[in-house]
């Protein structure tokens, strides 16, 4: 059946210093505010926070497991960081169908990722390819 | 030094199966389009590309290892992915200031990511808040 606008679908993770440790190392991103208690301290989060893109990839894994599904292809993403994630904070990330085009297999959706109470962290729109 | 205009940094990465798969089962995306060979042949790429969020955060990396550097934050990243980056590709991630506010200590830098050929992968722009 094909997607209908107002579809939605939901991720949750909790990032774990494990996650933050395994994301730096695979990307080369050992930005102190994400692994040094010190630094993070003195900055305006007070304590350290996770890397941005580690929840933003959470979007990515919704759109290829669940919606639009398997086969998905990105075409483009937008990420507006609202607030940060620390360790241990459990992130949702929910996307949603807002225009499904008629003549090619390209879908819009609105992006969002909340933490466990509720707070908006990242919002933005994907647009893919679907298979 | 106050960051200037036209300022410009890059950071290279050979994307291996190893990372593909660091990356799926860190943040759950286990897209056959980067994972299952046959899957991928009956695609329009033919075989296994890596995840985009994956050359992404190479972006997210160098923003914090150099250009603005340690302490940087996120606001905000725009990306459109323009070719994909397939298992032994080599990307490079590049930055350019592109506008430096005066009023608060917000940067904004125009991102792009290229292969070993120099094709474009993905381009986009990074707004971030300077430490």
Redesign the interface.
């Known amino acids: 059946m094909a997607l209908q606008v107002g579809e939605t679908a939901a991720?949750s993770?909790t990032i774990t210093d494990d996650?933050i440790h395994?994301?730096a190392d695979?990307?080369?991103?050992?930005?102190?505010?994400h692994l040094d208690d010190e630094?993070a301290r003195t900055?305006?989060f007070g304590r350290r926070?996770a890397?941005?893109?580690?929840s933003?990839?959470?979007i990515?894994?919704l759109l290829?497991?669940e919606l639009p599904g398997?086969?998905?292809?990105?075409?483009?993403?937008?990420?507006?960081?609202v607030a940060?994630v620390f360790p241990g904070d459990t992130v949702t990330a929910r996307v949603t169908v807002t225009k499904v085009r008629e003549d090619k297999p390209i879908v819009t959706l609105e992006t969002v990722c909340t933490n466990q109470r509720d707070e908006t962290l990242i919002k933005g729109e994907a647009v893919v390819l679907i298979?």
């Open positions: 991720l993770k996650d395994t994301f695979l990307v080369g991103d050992h930005n102190p505010v630094f900055t305006r926070i890397h941005g893109m580690l933003a990839s959470l990515s894994a290829a497991n398997q086969g998905t292809v990105y075409l483009s993403q937008s990420l507006r960081f940060p298979a």
